[in-house]
């Protein structure tokens, strides 16, 4: 299997403001088209690889990336300031530029067993069988794709229960209007991501603190990232939005997806009507991973995926 061609330098109309390894750049929105050109050359799987999940998520993973050759690296950092890397995005084989990557991070960063996170299938059938590599799975980080015609149309006995929230919903509430997501009504869409997370007491967890600038972020760079997205209004307010891209040639990738908790059956709708809506034909809608958090897995399994994206982390003895 070819993936994209990797014969010509994507960056070379500009350079001088391409870092190159072993300098790193803090990602910014400035990177937008050199990083997104390479990330789909590529027609990733999994949906960390994405210029606009990389960015709005920059300050939690402190995203930073540079070019090696025909590689895209990307380096990140946890809570506790260990820096580990993302899978390598390029060309096979990745088996040199994969070690060269961990033993830079043992050696510069000072880690004793450098690793990369959220590896797909495929770099670990590149690295398969070399005794120096470690591999194991993260159920928590393994990605939810789902079928498109499933999401839209919620046909068949196994959604009776989404289709009977989104008739309770329009029982309670009557008329709602679905509209495309534009610049211009992405600050109303701040209103209820500011709602949600009062309602959830954001002030009281960091992480949905972080989510909350995440999506802010989003909404505030709605025509930069070149996403898409949708909104619900009620009694012509905002109470609900989505927003998504185009992660490969087939796969909608669902970015942010956020309502009023008080509102029933708002999520099932606004999740279906994004789907019916999307301007772009689609075999299948990746939603993203759980996290370990048993809520959101229940959730994301009662859409009853088509498969999951499986991810690894790959360690350097």
Known sequence: IVFGDWSSDVCSSDLTLTPKFPDFKPLALEDRQRVHDLLWRYQPDTSELTFTNLFIWRAHYRVQWSLYQDWLLLLCSDDDG???????????????VTRLLLQWIREAKGVAMPRIERADMRLITEIAETPEFSVEMTRDHFD???DREALATLAGRK??????????????YGDYTYETLTAETASECLDVAHTWCMKRRCEDDLDLLEERDAVFDALQNFVALEVEGGLIRLDGHVQAFTLGELLNDATLVVHIEKADPDIQGLYPLINQQFIQHYSQELQAVNREQDLGEPGLRR?????????LVEKARIRLY
């Not at 260990?82 to 040199?96: C, N, Q, W």
């Not at 959604?159 to 309670?172: C, D, L, P, Q």
């Not at 959730?299 to 498969?307: G, I, L, V």
């Open 82 to 96: 260990e820096a580990y890397a993302l899978p390598p995005v390029g060309p096979a084989s990745r088996l040199e």
């Open 144 to 146: 939810y794709v789902y």
């Open 159 to 172: 959604y009776s229960a989404k289709r009977n929230h989104i008739n309770n919903f329009m029982r309670t």
């Open 299 to 307: 959730a994301k399994e009662s859409y009853y995926p088509h498969h």
